[in-house]
């Protein structure tokens, strides 16, 4: 999957995402390249790998690189024996509390493929980076947008992250077979609005 990211309608960048399944593992690659005022934050990637059943994503591992300062690197052991998750950054180690269906921020958005359908809210437990966070949506209704000229049906959910400030967000999920995010809008910590729109992607929708 491709997408493309914009900011008051000019390109500042794109994300490609590149999924792999195999004998009930998984493992899921998102790298981000900048341009413009992206480019002042440096490219990163996310990287997941784990197990997937009928139930959804199980973590093993979470990874999110910082291309342009490696020593802010994170890596995130998901420990279900000890119910714990192990991080490492800047060379410390640290435990967080494994919560029940913990996802990652890699991956926790492809999670609408597994949840029931037709529901007005959706909750997910994120890792995002060294913090473990609620994120909850919110639909708005349903909404045509186009991926390369083709009408596509989706869901307009609302997000935002419990607890945290200025974090609303609009996410896009095709209504197709696979309920994956076609669009999203959100605010950048730096005060910048981007919208993250699909471009491309080796799946029928």
Not at 35 to 41: K, Y
Not at 102 to 127: G, H, S
Request: no cysteine; proline share 4%.
């Amino acid at each position: 999957m491709e997408y493309e990211l914009t900011q008051a309608k000019k390109n500042i960048g794109n994300i490609t995402v590149k999924y792999k399944y195999k004998n009930k593992n998984y493992s899921l690659n998102a790298i981000t390249e900048g341009q413009g005022i992206l480019r002042l934050l440096g490219n990163r990637e996310l990287y997941s790998e784990g197990i997937i059943n009928s139930k959804g994503f199980t973590p093993k591992i979470f990874m999110l690189k910082n291309i342009k300062k490696p020593r802010k690197n994170i890596v995130a052991i998901f420990q279900p024996s000890s119910k714990k998750i192990e991080i490492k950054y800047k060379d410390q180690t640290s435990l967080l509390d494994l919560k029940p269906r913990n996802l990652d921020l890699a991956i926790y958005l492809y999670q609408f493929n597994f949840e029931k359908r037709n529901q007005p809210e959706y909750n997910f437990t994120v890792l995002d980076g060294k913090k473990i966070r609620d994120y909850g949506y919110t639909k708005i209704r349903d909404e045509i947008i186009e991926v390369n000229d083709k009408p596509i049906a989706t869901e307009l959910y609302e997000g935002k992250i419990v607890a945290k400030e200025n974090s609303k967000h609009y996410v896009w999920i095709s209504k197709g077979k696979y309920r994956i995010p076609l669009k999203l809008k959100l605010m950048t910590n730096f005060g910048v609005t981007i919208e993250q729109r699909m471009v491309k992607t080796s799946l029928p929708l």
